[in-house]
């Protein structure tokens, strides 16, 4: 696609409930980042895969939280159990290059509101 | 972790003026990234600027440009000639030279008057 693509743009869910969102990055992106900014603040790494391995999922708050990206292109993101505090946008951003270099390109987000 | 601070909220230019947000940051890293980003209200990041530490260039881009001070560790971006579509949040954001995460500051709201 021409640029990062993220559903759904807009989620409220009711504390308790499961929700998937998901990242379609730029076709043939080798790097895929998934941050979450809470309202007012700037955003704060979440997790990181190159192709289909997570490389590091450091930045996830709680097991609560579990991504994937299994044949190396579409990202999921799952929030188990939600709660208030989760109540956040959810960026995606991808990167043609392996490890530091290259640059990210962002989706418009999935604004997450926990009720 | 690496440190990054916005320390002005907000910040308001009349449109065709200049505008100065400032950005400081912590690390003991000699070879790291720096970028600013805007951020829209459809919320899509978009890289502004990008600066390499070991550059003593400082980095322009357009309207857009930095003043990179290595020693005191800031960073700070100058709007010219503002244009209402500058009208957005902005991030500085720092990266270590061998990693891959991005650490962002607060941000700072641009309002442009016309």
């Known amino acids: 696609g021409a640029g990062v693509s993220q559903s759904p743009r807009y989620k409220v869910a009711k504390r308790g409930q499961d929700v998937a969102l998901r990242c379609d990055p730029i076709?043939?992106?080798?790097?895929l980042f998934w941050y979450q900014q809470a309202l007012g603040q700037g955003p704060e790494f979440l997790t990181y895969?190159?192709?289909?391995?997570?490389?590091?999922k450091s930045g996830l708050p709680s097991d609560r939280f579990f991504a994937e990206r299994p044949e190396g292109s579409v990202s999921t993101l799952k929030i188990q159990r939600t709660q208030q505090e989760d109540s956040a946008v959810y960026l995606c951003?991808?990167?043609?290059?392996?490890?530091?270099?290259?640059?990210?390109?962002f989706g418009e987000g999935s604004r997450l509101t926990v009720l | 972790a690496q440190t990054v601070t916005q320390s002005q909220p907000e910040m308001s230019v009349q449109e065709a003026e200049t505008v100065t947000l400032s950005c400081t940051y912590d690390?003991?890293?000699?070879?790291?990234?720096l970028f600013w980003y805007k951020q829209p209200p459809s919320r899509q990041m978009i890289l502004v600027i990008r600066q390499e530490a070991y550059k003593q260039q400082n980095a322009t881009e357009n309207r857009f440009s930095v003043n990179f001070q290595k020693a005191a560790k800031s960073f700070s971006l100058k709007i010219s000639d503002s244009q209402l579509g500058d009208a957005a949040m902005y991030f500085c954001?720092?990266?270590?030279?061998?990693?891959?995460?991005?650490?962002f500051g607060a941000g700072t709201t641009v309002t442009v008057r016309a």
């Open positions: 951003a991808s990167s043609w290059r392996q490890g530091p270099t290259g640059e990210l390109f």
């Open positions: 954001a720092y990266r270590g030279g061998g990693d891959y995460k991005l650490s």
């Open positions: 895969f190159q192709n289909e391995a997570q490389l590091d």
């Open positions: 076709s043939g992106h080798v790097s």
């Open positions: 690390t003991s890293e000699s070879d790291y990234y």
